[in-house]
C-alpha cells in the first residue's frame, strides 16, 4: 500500500499514488479486508485505520473497480487458519506459491501473504457463485 509521512510524522494511504498503481493493471475486482474496531485500539488510531480504507474504497470506486469485503473470519476459515498465529499465513502462502517466494520470505511480509490469502479467497467465491448461477 503506497503511504506517505503526514506532517505529524504518521503514515497515511497516498489516494494519488494508489489511482496511478491501479492505471497500470486491468483490474476487474477487489477484495477488501472488512475491519472494525478492535477492543484495545484508541479512538485516534480507529479513526486513521477508518480513513484508510475509506481512501481505498474512495480510489477504487473512482477507477470504477467494483469491491467486495471479506472478513477475516471467513479467508481464514477458508485457509484453516482460524485462531493460527499470524505468520500462519505467511508460512500458507509459501506452501501454496513456492515459485514466489521472494515476496513472502520476510516475516514483515505478513501483511502481503494476508492481502494474497484475501484475494484467493475472494476469487473462490466468485467462481463458486458463477457456477451456481448456471
Known amino acids: 500500500m503506497p503511504t506517505f509521512t503526514n506532517k505529524k510524522g504518521k503514515k ?3 489516494a494519488h499514488m494508489l ?3 491501479l492505471l497500470n493493471y486491468k483490474i476487474l475486482h477487489a477484495y477488501i479486508e ?3 474496531p478492535m477492543p484495545a485500539q484508541g479512538v485516534t488510531s480507529m479513526f486513521s485505520f477508518g480513513q484508510s480504507l ?3 474504497k474512495g480510489v ?3 477507477s470504477e473497480i467494483k469491491y467486495s469485503l471479506i472478513t477475516a473470519q471467513r479467508w481464514k476459515s477458508h485457509f484453516g487458519l482460524l485462531k493460527k498465529e499470524k505468520d500462519a499465513a505467511r ?3 509459501l506452501t501454496m ?3 514466489h517466494i521472494d515476496y513472502f520470505r520476510r516475516k514483515k511480509d505478513i501483511d502481503r501473504a494476508d492481502a ?3 484475494a484467493m479467497c475472494g476469487l473462490g467465491q466468485m467462481r463458486k457463485a458463477e457456477v451456481t448461477s448456471l
Open 12 to 14: 497515511e494511504v497516498d
Open 19 to 21: 489511482y496511478e498503481i
Open 34 to 36: 472488512s475491519v472494525g
Open 54 to 56: 475509506g481512501i481505498v
Open 60 to 62: 477504487l470506486a473512482g
Open 91 to 93: 508460512q500458507k502462502i
Open 97 to 99: 506459491m513456492p515459485q
Open 116 to 118: 494474497c490469502l484475501i
